[in-house]
């Protein structure tokens, strides 16, 4: 299995509703990533997992909660968005090291959660 | 902090034409370097990735990019392009420490005209 399944594909939701996204791996993954992209701008990193605890949050606002139950699972909690937080979110995973011992190797992304925030 | 540069927002090439996508690194020591692409409405698909090893990669659909130190380029071609090939490709980086996920350059769009 080398797939990053991403639930749900599309969501549309309202700025006072509370939803998640959610991103399940099964390739042992060790590292989780979460990206937002922007039409027609370059995917952005917002968080890293790494072995389950938050390695990295890239200074992303509050209202956005990110979570790792195990290894193979990663959500997105979202609460009181913006219109401006419309956009693409896109999970990745990549092992934890490469034999060369590099941290981050290549990631795999799944197919992205197209968020509308009304 | 390690970034890449890609030179022109939007290709044109008609089909069976040469594509040749440009991605310059900044780093001073060789990081690692990646080619992805994405379909309109789909995720990121990793092409080929280059880690120190050979200097010319090959990838998948046919695609291959060669490292080159001299011109801290990691250009991105293909022979003959297929309607199929019309995506965004967006070159990445990791530092060769590892220790800093993907980068991402601002992509290029390929247009493929029948």
């Known amino acids: 299995d080398t797939e990053v399944t991403q639930t749900p594909k599309h969501l549309v939701m309202g700025m006072t509703n509370k939803k998640s996204l959610k991103c399940e791996q099964h390739m042992g993954h060790r590292a989780m990533y979460w990206y937002k992209q922007k039409a027609k701008k370059p995917p952005e990193l917002m968080f890293v997992y790494s072995y389950e605890k938050l390695s990295i949050n890239e200074s992303v606002p509050s209202r956005f909660s990110p979570e790792c139950p195990n290894s193979s699972l990663l959500n997105l909690h979202l609460h009181a968005l913006q219109p401006e937080d419309s956009a693409l979110y896109l999970c990745a995973s990549s092992q934890d090291r490469d034999p060369e011992g590099a941290l981050y190797t290549e990631a795999f992304f799944g197919q992205g959660t197209r968020l509308t925030v009304v | 902090a390690q970034s890449v540069t890609q030179l022109g927002s939007h290709v044109s090439v008609s089909e069976g034409a040469l594509v040749l996508l440009r991605c310059n690194y900044s780093s001073s020591v060789p990081p690692y370097l990646f080619w992805y692409v994405q379909y309109p409405n789909q995720g990121l698909q990793l092409l080929l990735k280059y880690t120190s090893a050979a200097t010319l990669v090959k990838g998948i659909n046919g695609f291959e990019a060669e490292f080159k130190k001299s011109e801290t380029s990691f250009h991105l071609t293909k022979p003959s392009a297929h309607m199929s090939d019309a995506a965004e490709y967006f070159c990445?980086?990791?530092?060769?420490?590892?220790?800093?996920?993907?980068?991402f350059g601002k992509g290029t769009r390929l247009s493929v005209i029948a």
């Open positions: 990445a980086v990791i530092s060769n420490s590892g220790n800093t996920p993907l980068v």
